[in-house]
């Protein structure tokens, strides 16, 4: 007898149970989410905050819209942090004609270089508000309800809302990996806060009160990690009574994604060292998850080499595939990138890979900057 074919077809399986499991179990979650609509009477006042970096053309693009937001009671504070463009004159011209923008200025300093976080934590203390909304310069809303629907979610115990920021729909096979790369990062971390484990949040469309924030003590226990001013905030701070999310078409905040390989590799080796900072039960169930998805392949190429049994493995993968297609066209029409189901076969293994690769090599990888 085989012994070692047999193993290596009960591991096939215990990947192909697992893998379902996360699909069916914690994928479903957000497939079967009902997006409410905005009925909301009470508006509190809301403070939007953007960190930005010599973000010129960003800002002139993005930051009227968010200026503009059809909301009666609102702050928009950018931090201007070591800008050496002309963001300081465009900010300054703008906030005459609006009267709701406030800037925070950050100088460049010689001996003291500093990350992302302090320019939040510097945004955070101007705002004048309890509920503080989160995005960035190279983001625009979908529509001007944007707060609205942010706002809608703090009731009763709500203290985080969680968004969803897709990258703009181009052309190119690079594109289309990125914004599928985008869809599995959501999928699992809306459909984990939905299961009541949220365990990360994506700074482009976020919110939580200023009071969590400080009961927390800010970003102090992982200032030292250059990202991860809000993925390791929500990671530290969610729990399953205080974390909602927000995800209408109208809520959405839409991205300018990487147009090259190496802008994309280095955005991602930036995220990488915020993960090994995660509760360990976090860090836990997602090795569980990633790890099956790889063994899935390797095993699968493993049989091809041993025995060949390609009806074997023809029955294995679609099964797999038919339950992902089935669960996620929902979701994919919910978060607005239907176009990716044709790429699914095609996508699902290649991004098992460039998940071993990106964590291979960002071990050797040192040196990281916010901007």
């Known amino acids: 007898m085989d012994y070692f074919y047999i193993s290596i077809v009960i591991?096939?399986?215990?990947?192909?149970?697992?893998?379902?499991?996360?699909v069916i179990v914690i994928h479903r979650k957000l497939a079967s989410f009902k997006v409410p609509e905005s009925d909301t009477q009470i508006k509190s006042p809301v403070s939007v905050i953007i960190c930005a970096r010599n973000e010129i053309e960003n800002l002139k693009k993005n930051l009227v819209p968010?200026?503009?937001?059809?909301?009666?009671?609102?702050?928009?504070?950018?931090?201007?942090?070591?800008?050496?463009?002309?963001?300081?004159?465009?900010?300054?011209?703008?906030?005459?004609?609006?009267?709701?923008?406030?800037?925070?200025?950050?100088?460049?300093?010689?001996?003291f270089k500093h990350g992302k976080k302090f320019a939040v934590?510097?945004?955070?203390?101007?705002?004048?508000n309890e509920n503080l909304v989160f995005t960035d310069a190279d983001c625009r809303p979908s529509s001007d309800q944007w707060l609205t629907h942010m706002q809608n979610n703090f009731n009763g115990n709500t203290e985080i809302v969680l968004g969803y920021s897709p990258y703009e729909i181009k052309s190119?096979?690079?594109?289309?990996?990125?914004?599928?790369?985008?869809?599995?990062?959501?999928?699992?971390?809306?459909?984990?806060a939905l299961r009541g484990i949220p365990y990360m949040g994506v700074g482009r469309n976020m919110a939580y009160k200023k009071s969590l924030f400080f009961r927390g003590k800010g970003f102090a226990s992982h200032m030292h990690i250059l990202s991860g001013d809000d993925d390791l905030f929500v990671n530290q701070n969610a729990n399953s009574l205080n974390t909602m999310i927000?995800?209408?078409?109208?809520?959405?905040?839409?991205?300018?994604?990487k147009n090259s390989l190496s802008g994309f590799l280095s955005q991602k080796f930036r995220h990488q060292g915020a993960g090994k900072a995660y509760k360990k039960q976090h860090k836990k169930m997602l090795t569980i998850q990633v790890l099956s998805g790889i063994l899935f392949y390797l095993f699968l190429f493993a049989l091809i080499a041993i025995k060949g049994q390609w009806w074997l493995i023809t029955a294995v993968f679609f099964i797999r595939m038919l339950v992902q297609v089935l669960v996620y066209i929902p979701i994919l029409k919910k978060?607005?990138?239907?176009?990716?189901?044709?790429?699914?076969?095609?996508?699902?293994?290649?991004?098992?890979?460039?998940?071993?690769?990106?964590?291979?090599i960002s071990i050797f990888r040192k040196k990281v900057e916010w901007k």
């Open 246 to 257: 927000e995800i209408h078409p109208d809520s959405h905040v839409w991205s300018e994604p």
């Open 172 to 192: 190119g096979f690079l594109n289309k990996f990125i914004r599928f790369e985008t869809f599995i990062t959501a999928l699992n971390y809306l459909s984990y």
């Open 11 to 22: 591991s096939l399986q215990i990947c192909l149970l697992l893998q379902l499991y996360y």
């Open 335 to 360: 978060l607005k990138y239907i176009d990716l189901i044709w790429w699914m076969p095609v996508f699902d293994f290649i991004y098992y890979i460039y998940i071993m690769l990106l964590s291979l």
């Open 66 to 111: 968010i200026l503009s937001q059809n909301y009666p009671d609102f702050e928009v504070i950018v931090v201007n942090d070591c800008s050496n463009d002309s963001s300081d004159w465009f900010l300054r011209d703008l906030s005459m004609e609006y009267k709701n923008l406030k800037v925070v200025t950050i100088n460049d300093h010689p001996r």
């Open 121 to 128: 934590t510097l945004g955070i203390k101007a705002a004048k």
